[in-house]
């Protein structure tokens, strides 16, 4: 029982992971507010528990003339592969503008306990149809989740897209509104410094990262537990960004998430980006 609810609390943690990297994309758009998202962003990211490696998680994204097009691909195995978890998830919308119109998006995961799936409709801002498999009947101490919780949201994918207002330059100054199809949360950052980053092969972007903290706010979908109320309280949750000026982002290189099993964290490998200039930017950490 015990190597069963460590799976799931690594399973969450991977789904927090993904959250989080997709998230902070979005915030780190705001220095470049006015510029062009990447023609193609392809990323590679290593997941460890406790100092183990347990995974990878893998990011895409793709943009022809308005229309955008996510994906993201978590793996985890322990055990030598007794117990197994990935889940897949993809996004299409429109760009108007500076903003983003998600139009769809659908997660789908397998595991050892179980598997299912969530598919999100929207209409403009709106999340206008949630489906599960198999359905998700509601369940004792869920915090109900209300019509105007589903307005002016993003899904973790269209994160990415967002285009963040900001004047300073700072991707650590965000509150970002978050919904999976579940839970409706907000991502809330601020600065914590600056940190010299690593990489092997000269890329000739900048060699420093933002760290900044991440503040869970749950506000709807979650089980008011004890679980949650030390993801809400935890002072450890971090974010380190990489600026890369000529792609107009910043990459996250570092994500740490403290669980009540251990420490989460996800790495960056390797991220191959292609500029709207069609530049070709490899960063190999």
């Known amino acids: 029982m015990f190597l069963v609810s460590l799976a799931a609390r690594l399973s969450a943690a991977a789904v927090t992971l993904t959250?989080?990297?997709?998230t902070t994309l979005a915030a780190s758009s705001a220095a470049f507010a006015n510029e062009a998202w990447p023609a193609r962003v392809q990323a590679l990211y290593d997941i460890d528990f406790n100092g183990l490696n347990v995974g990878t998680f893998e990011f895409s994204s793709s943009q022809d003339g308005t229309t955008y097009t996510l994906n993201g691909a978590g793996r985890?195995?322990?055990?030598?592969?007794?117990l197994k978890w990935s889940g897949d998830t993809r996004t299409v919308g429109?760009?108007?503008?500076?903003?983003?119109q998600p139009k769809s998006f659908t997660f789908g995961y397998s595991g050892t306990a179980k598997s299912g799936s969530t598919r999100m409709a929207f209409a403009g801002n709106q999340v206008t149809q949630v489906l599960h498999e198999p359905p998700s009947p509601p369940k004792d101490g869920i915090v109900p989740v209300m019509p105007q919780?589903?307005?002016?949201?993003?899904?973790?994918?269209?994160?990415?897209?967002?285009?963040?207002?900001?004047?300073d330059g700072n991707p650590c100054?965000?509150?970002i509104p978050i919904y999976d199809g579940k839970a409706r949360f907000d991502l809330v950052l601020s600065p914590r410094g600056m940190v010299r980053l690593s990489e092997q092969k000269p890329s000739g972007q900048p060699g420093e990262g933002y760290v900044?903290?991440?503040?869970?706010?749950p506000i709807a979908g979650h089980k008011a537990d004890q679980e949650t109320k030390q993801m809400a309280q935890s002072e450890g949750i971090e974010i380190v960004l990489r600026p890369i000026p000529s792609?107009?982002?910043?990459?996250?290189?570092?994500?740490?998430?403290?669980?009540?099993?251990?420490?989460a964290t996800i790495t960056s490998r390797r991220v191959d980006i292609t500029t709207p200039q069609r530049q070709q930017i490899a960063l190999v950490h």
């Open 19 to 22: 959250t989080a990297l997709a």
């Open 76 to 82: 985890l195995s322990l055990l030598l592969g007794a």
């Open 94 to 100: 429109q760009m108007a503008g500076d903003n983003t």
């Open 149 to 167: 919780h589903l307005s002016g949201v993003l899904d973790p994918l269209t994160a990415i897209m967002a285009v963040a207002k900001g004047t």
């Open 173 to 175: 100054q965000r509150r």
């Open 212 to 217: 900044c903290r991440v503040k869970y706010v």
């Open 247 to 263: 792609a107009n982002v910043f990459v996250p290189y570092k994500i740490t998430v403290p669980t009540m099993a251990g420490s």
